[in-house]
């Protein structure tokens, strides 16, 4: 279906970019919610263009500036109606992502944010609603995760996590027609690995590779799901397209396969240059044994993302698999090398090493 009028929150963000592109290039009208980056990047680096609102129509994307955690999102009462009265569906991606964020932060902006914008979706005729939520929203759940599987009972691993369980079931919650998309971790594109931010597990890669940290707690046997970006995005994009058939229905946005961390160790010790962690059993684990530098990293970093290292979930994707036109091929270690070799050739792996303020400035962690 082509021609409809769509709202995608996070508008600037990687995920948000790439919908919002896409779905002007198939045809829709697309409004774009942005907040402090005014600009719309897409994966491959090339800049969305926008029109003023005024001259918006299909094909085309035009900018709204906003705050999804502001009642009304930030926007004026008549700006607010005229986009409430125009839409046939709004794609909510605005989040936060960061691990260890404060918990006021996430929930303002991860709960509160989904709450203002289903109040947007069900302000007059209902909206359909294709919320991006997390595959994560299982916490610390091992085995198998079904898409139909919100709350069992999970304990949650961060904030973040927890914060977008409770976005979940606020969008259950609202009555309206919705879809819910559910990424894994997600990374660089199938076929080349290219990713337009080195953040969350990339930032622990560099850590990993450059040898900051060389003792981690975890088992080789847990389980990394990595997604391409690209397919994340071609699936929010059907959702969009064929809602009648997604309506009330969960997809798990998700990796062929699950990698182990010792696929993960074994596609590291390929590249000469690159130190591999050794991952410790938690309960011999200790911060303090480690050396002082590896230390600051273990405390600031890699405790926001340890539980990554224990977690055995493996995501059932039957819905996405019946429904999405394409999926990640299985290319197992294959595809962590196309990853890899992307982080190579970029310079955002295995260059020569700055200090440790440096790292910690480029993870945003300093202070
Ligand atoms: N990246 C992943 O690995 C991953 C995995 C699973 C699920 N997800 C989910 O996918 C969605 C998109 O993630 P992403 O990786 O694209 O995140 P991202 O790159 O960090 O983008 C998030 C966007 O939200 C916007 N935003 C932040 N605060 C806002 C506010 N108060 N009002 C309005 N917009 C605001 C940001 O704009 P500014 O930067 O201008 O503030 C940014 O454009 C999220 O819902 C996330 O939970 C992501």
Known sequence: MSGLRVLVTGAAGLVGAEVAARLADSGHTVTALVHNRPELVRNDGTVVRTVPTGQSGPGLVSCVAGDVTKPMLGLSAERYEELATGLDRVVHTAATTDFGRRWETYESLNVDGTRNVVRLAAEHTPVPLVHVSTAYVCGERTGRVLESELDAGQRFGTGYEHSKFLAEQEVRASGLPVAVVRPSMIVGTQESGLIRDFKNMYVVLKLFTQGRVRSVPGFYDALLDLVPVDYVAA?????????????????????????????????????????????????????????????VYYRRIIAMYESFFRRRARFDDANAAGFASWRPAATGVDYLRTLLDHCVRVGYLGRSEPGIGDVLRLVGSAG
Not at 263 to 287: G, I, K, R, T
């Open 235 to 295: 699936l929010i994009c059907e959702v969009v397209d064929r809602f009648d058939e997604a309506r009330g229905r969960t997809f798990h946005a998700v990796g062929a396969a699950p990698h182990t961390l010792l696929d993960v160790s074994n596609a590291l010790a390929e590249y000469p240059m690159f130190h591999v962690p050794h991952y410790m059993s938690p309960s011999a684990f200790s911060v303090d044994a480690l050396p002082p530098d590896e230390r």
